[in-house]
Nanobody, 121 residues
Framework: QVQLVESGGGLVQAGGSLRLSCVASGRAIIGYGMGWFRQAPGKEREFVAAISWSGGITDYADSVKGRFTISRDNAKNTVYLQMNSLEPEDTAVYYC??????????????WGQGTQVTVSS
């Protein structure tokens, strides 16, 4: 069983920054890509970012390119999402996921409980 626990969400003004963290249980993410998706009220789930197992390959949604950075520390079983220049449109619950493969895969089989990000204008 894989457990993913996100943290770091909160309320921030437009233009501000937040750093989300996702800690995985045990050796759960060894060999697998990881990523983030988000979901705003009344909207469909949206891919945000993904990172390969090695960390050498990343992928971003067009809406966050140049503003968000995904990274990982495999020694700590942790994935991060640095979010800069936040916009009200980024308001959503952000979920960390474990991919089905080792690359920047958008398909996933486990995800966390989510952390709320609210950006005020």
């Amino acid at each position: 069983q894989v457990q993913l626990v996100e943290s770091g969400g909160g309320l921030v003004q437009a233009g501000g920054s937040l750093r989300l963290s996702c800690v995985a249980s045990g050796r759960a993410i060894i060999g697998y890509g990881m990523g983030w998706f988000r979901q705003a009220p009344g909207k469909e789930r949206e891919f945000v970012a993904a990172i390969s197992w090695s960390g050498g390959i990343t992928d971003y949604a067009d809406s966050v390119k140049g503003r968000f950075t995904i990274s990982r520390d495999n020694a700590k079983n942790t994935v991060y999402l640095q979010m800069n220049s936040l916009e009200p449109e980024d308001t959503a619950v952000y979920y960390c996921y474990k991919a089905r493969g080792s690359g920047t895969v958008h398909e996933y089989d486990y995800w966390g409980q989510g952390t709320q990000v609210t950006v005020s204008s």
